[in-house]
C-alpha cells in the first residue's frame, strides 16, 4: 500500500494587495511544506476553506507557505476525523 499523501487538485490562493507578484512561489512553497508534514491516513475532503490568515509585509514567502500549509493540514486532518472520512491504512 502506498503511503498516505496529500493531493491537491487545484488551489486558489487569495493574497492582499502589493503580494500579487509573489502569489505563485508562496504557492508552490505551499506544496513543498505539505510534503514535510505527517499524514498517517487518507483522507478525502472535496472543497476546504480556510479562514483568512494575517500577513506581514515582512515575511519571507517560505515562513506564508508554512503557516498556510500548517492551517491546510490541520483542517484537513480534522475534518477527516470530523466527517469520518479517515480511511485506515492497514
Known sequence: MADPSFTIDTLN????????GRADRIARQVGNALA????????????LQLP???VHGGESNSVIARRIAQAIHRQVINT???QGQ???AD
Do not use: W
Not at 490562493?13 to 500579487?20: M, Q, Y
Open 13 to 20: 490562493l487569495h493574497v492582499p494587495h502589493g503580494f500579487a
Open 80 to 82: 477527516g476525523l470530523t
Open 36 to 47: 514535510r508534514l505527517p499524514i498517517h491516513h487518507d483522507v478525502e475532503v472535496p472543497l
Open 86 to 88: 479517515i480511511h485506515g
Open 52 to 54: 483568512a490568515i494575517t
